[in-house]
């Protein structure tokens, strides 16, 4: 792995970028990282072959939103103070779990993990016609 770290005036690291190696396809990426004066991440950009993800952390580096998209799924998480989530909505393509439903969802998680609203969406119909 290559990594280049960008240090304040107190030589504190602040800024981490990151790439795999070369010649290592299966675990390909490229990672920056925004880091607090405690050293801990709080905004992530991560780029695979396949995908893409935006994570913005809370104070305490749990996770708070993340943005998503790739090969398999678009999607939007929300987390609370502990990084428990409490949204999740997305898209997942080609999917079992979803496939009535178009793979469109939208749920909310209370603070035990158990989906206590979940709204799924479906394709407009064409009429047909032109």
């Not at 602040?14 to 290592?24: M, Q």
């Not at 952390?57 to 790739?70: C, D, F, Q, T």
């Not at 079992?96 to 407009?124: C, H, M, Q, W």
């Amino acid at each position: 792995m290559r990594h280049l770290v960008v240090v304040d005036n107190d030589g504190k690291g602040r800024i981490t970028f990151s790439c795999s190696a070369e010649g290592r396809n299966s675990d390909d990426f490229a990672i920056i990282q925004i880091l607090g004066r405690d050293g801990l991440p709080k905004i992530e950009l991560q780029v695979n072959s396949d995908s893409s993800c935006i994570r913005l952390k809370s104070s305490s580096n749990r996770p708070g939103v993340s943005l998503a998209a790739g090969a398999m799924a678009n999607g939007l998480n929300i987390g609370d103070a502990e990084g428990r989530p409490i949204i999740e909505m997305g898209k997942e393509f080609g999917s079992d779990e979803f496939v009535d439903t178009a793979g469109v969802y939208v749920r909310e998680i209370d603070s035990t993990g158990e989906i206590t609203a979940e709204a799924s969406l479906t394709p407009k119909q064409s009429n047909g016609g032109g």
